[in-house]
C-alpha cells in the first residue's frame, strides 16, 4: 500500500472529487480527515471508508476561509495522530456570469474558496510538514488553470492562482522535501457540473445538448467526461511520489481537452 499510516486532509471530501480521493487514499491504507463544511456528511462518509478499510478515516467541521477554523482543525488532526503527510485543497464552488454581470460579492467568495482556502490552509500545514522532513501540497486545478471559457471569470483567476502558489511552495518546501504540485481536471460529471449545464445554456443560447457536446466535451479526443476516478488516480500519484522530481507541477487531466 502507497499511503499506509500517512496521514492525509482532504478538503471539501464529503462528495465529488474529493471523497474519491479519499476513498482511493483508504484503500492505500492512509489515515484520511474528511473535512469539509458539512459535518454529518463527513462523518457518514468516513464511516462509510473505516468500514473499507484498509485505512481509516474521520469526519472534521472546516471552512477553509477561516483562518481560525483552519488552524483549529489542522491542529486538533495533529493532536489526533500526529502529523499531517498530505494536503489536498480541494473545497471549491462555481459561480457562471458574464463580467459586467458578475456581482463584486461573488467575485469575492469565489476567490475566497478557492484561493483563501489553499492558502490557509497550506500555512498551517507546512510548518508540521517541515518539523517532519517531508509532505506533499496538492491542489485541485482545472484545466481553467491553463485555459479560459466565457461565463468564468473568477473560477479562471482563481485555478491560474493556484499553479503560482503551488510553484512557491515547491521552492520554499524543497529543502525540507515538502512538495507541491496541482491536478488539472477537464469536466467532470459532478453535481457543480450538472448545475452549470442549465446556466450555461442560458446565458450562451444553446440547449443544454449543445453545451455538454460542444462546450464540454467538444475540445476532447473522445467526447467522455473525465471521472472522479481518473482524478483520485493522479491525487494518489502526487501524494505517493515521495522526491522533488515531480514538484512544483501541473497535470492535466481531461481526454485530451488541453494538451501540454
Known sequence: MKLRDKVCIVTGSASGIGLAIAKKYVSEGAKVVIADLKLEAAEAAAKDLTAAGPGEAIGLAMDVTSEEAVNAGVAAVVTKWGRVDVLVSNAGIQIVNKIEDYAFSDWKKMLAIHLDGAFLTT??????MKAQKGGAIIYMGSVHSHEASPLKSAYVTAKHGLLGLARVVAKEGGPDGVRANVICPGF?????????????????????DEVIKKVMLGGTVDAQFTTVDDVAEVALLFAGFETNALTGQSLVVSHGWYMQ
Open 123 to 128: 500555512k498551517a500545514c507546512v510548518p508540521h
Open 188 to 208: 467532470v460529471r459532478t453535481p457543480l457540473v450538472d448545475k452549470q449545464i442549465p446556466e450555461q445554456a442560458k446565458e450562451l443560447g444553446i440547449s443544454e
